[in-house]
Every structure is written in structure tokens, then in C-alpha cells.
């Protein structure tokens, strides 16, 4: 028997508070790090929103201002303009509201503020867990209002509108140091979106359960996230309004987002993420829809390639597992997770989004160098594989 071992890394979170109600901890945890100038940072549609008065009564006093700019896949321009912004109204501090478009334009905006060059043209996060000693700090609390859980990593991503190819910036000083996961702040978030974003988390953990990285730890989270998820999601959707009953299925799905992604600085992403950061700015499909698209038809690639690798999923999907005979059970759960999906109004095909059949082969390449810089699949992934996924997608 092989000798068990590992290293984990954590990132720099310090605080989630979860709950109905809990926006109004906005005010004391800004507070208690000394920040005098936060700007919120959210979208036009939030930006006209009750719901940003909640949230800007919550900062109190210490709000220096409202940044609106923010959009889907972080265009570099949106994130000079928040730049320029925070050094304007001399921002101490950024709390993002919203999805994971605001999340990762005030993490890419406060790397520039602290120094960093902007619009790297690659997404490889390795970089988030190399430390930099003594360099600047930016704090950023996030509240989310989707299931995209990029609140809780240290990297993100932002496109180059010249070429439409997506690439990100990873450092630990990028985590947000607060998470305020109030399900009240989702009522508006469109169906569509709560539902695709909770598929993103899905994936989240179901790659990270098959990555060369898993462990102990990632893989114990990512079951208990499946199985909130697929029992929670669905029941979010099927009341309206404010609902005691709606808001406690939200705050489970909320939980699971965060346990879904918890350990992904360990694990990376596998295909199905390689696919969709490339997927998503080339034909504007939000990240949590190409998840809907990409995920069964990687989770069976990869049940030919590791099915071994799929007992935490299986558990989380109530999936029998033999580990002496495992590939039928993986290929039970990506059955599982096509069924779970088409449960939801959200698009499943390439083909529903837009995406000309005689350009699929575009992102391939930029694709491929993704997954072979993350090294998680444990073999060699060619160009053919990678676009006869595509074809299956499609």
C-alpha cells in the first residue's frame, strides 16, 4: 500500500458569514480591518437595484463611492476604469456585489493597484499559491449574488477584446479576505442564472474530484457539495420572491458553491473549465452555461481516462461505487449530472448558444495549452480529443 501524503494550501479568507440577513455585517467587517474608503463594485443591472441600497446603508460611512462598469468576462477596459476609480476616490478598500464578473474585475483591478502588469493572455493560476512577501495589500469583501463562487479563490479572469481569448492574474493577495453569502441578495438573480451558475459549482466539484491534485480534503468537499446541489437547487427555483423556504434552499446552495471550489487552488481545473474560459469570451456564453454544455460530455471523456479517480462524485450523486470495477460508475455519473442538468431551463448544446459549428475548432488549440499547463488529467490530451468533445458538445 502506497504511504499517504500531501501538502494543502489555504488561502488568505479569513471570514464567511452566511445567513439570511447577514448583508447588514457589511458596515463591521470593514470596520474591523480600519477601511475608510471601500467602492462597491457591481454591474449596471445591480447598479439600479434596491437591492444596492442594501448594501451601500450596510458600508455606513466608509463607502467612498459606486462603480457600475463591471460586465461578463471582464473585458480589459471595464478593469482600467476601475482602476482609474479607485485611485480617484482613493479607495482603501473594494467590495464587489454581484456575480463573478464584478469578483474578478475588482481582482484583477487590485492587482494593477498593487503593482502588477495587466492582461496576462494566459489563465494559469499556479501563481496563487507563490507568496510575495511585504508587497501591498487591497481588501476586498465580496458578496455574491450568484453560485459562480469566484469569491473564493485568489485568481481571476479577464479577456483581451482584441482577440476575444481569456486569461487571468493569480496571487494570494487577490483572495477576498470576507465573503457575505446573504441568500436575500439573489432574489433578483435571474432563474437562468442562479440555475447555470450552480452547475459552474457543480463543475467545480466534480473537477476537482478527478484532477491528479484530489485529496483528502477536496474530495470530502466536493461530495457534500454534489449532493447539496442536486438537492437544493432545483427547490430555489421553485418558489418566488423572499420566501423563508426559497432563502433556505439559497443559503444551501451558497454553501455548496463554497465547498465546491474551497480546495480548487490544490486541485486547478480540469477540461470542461479549460473549455469553457476559452468557450465563453470567443461566442459571449456566460461561464455557467458552458458548464451546462461542456461537463457530461468531459466527465465521460474522463471516465474513460481515470475512472477511478470517481468515488467522491459517485457519493455525491448516491452512486454505487466499485473502485475494483469503476468505469461504469462513472459513466453513471455523468449520466447523472446530463439528467440533473436538463432539469433546468438552460442551454445544453453549442449549437443553442450561437456558436457556428465551423468554428469550434477555433479555441482547441488555446484549450489544449490550458490543460497541459494544469496537468490534471494524468495523460496526454491530444487537439483530436479536444474537438471531438466539442463535436459531442454541439
Known sequence: ??????????TRLETVVFGVGKTESLGRELARRGAKRALIVTGKTLGHSKLLDKVKNAAGPAIAGVFTGATQHVPSHTVTELVAEARRVGADAMVSFGGGSPIDTVKNAAWQLMGGRAGSRIVDFSAAATETAGAREILHIAMPTTLSAAEFTPGGGVTDESTRVKGGVADPR????????DPALTVETPAWLWASTGMRALDHAVEGSYSTRHQIVTDTLATRAIALLTEHLLPSLQTHGDNEN????????????????????NTRGGISHALGHQIGPMWNVPHGVTSCITLPHVMRFMAEVAAERFGPIAE?????????SPRSAAMECADRAAKFIGKFEVPTRLRDVGVPREEISRIAGTVLEEVKRANTVGADVTLEQLIAILDAAY
Open 246 to 265: 426559497e432563502l433556505e434552499h439559497r443559503v444551501q446552495c451558497q454553501l455548496a458553491a463554497w465547498l465546491s471550489i474551497f480546495g480548487m487552488s
Open 316 to 324: 455525491g450523486f448516491g452512486v454505487r461505487f466499485d473502485a475494483h
Open 174 to 181: 487577490l483572495q477576498a479576505r470576507v465573503v457575505i453569502l
Open 1 to 10: 500500500m502506497n504511504k499517504t501524503a500531501g501538502e494543502y494550501h489555504f
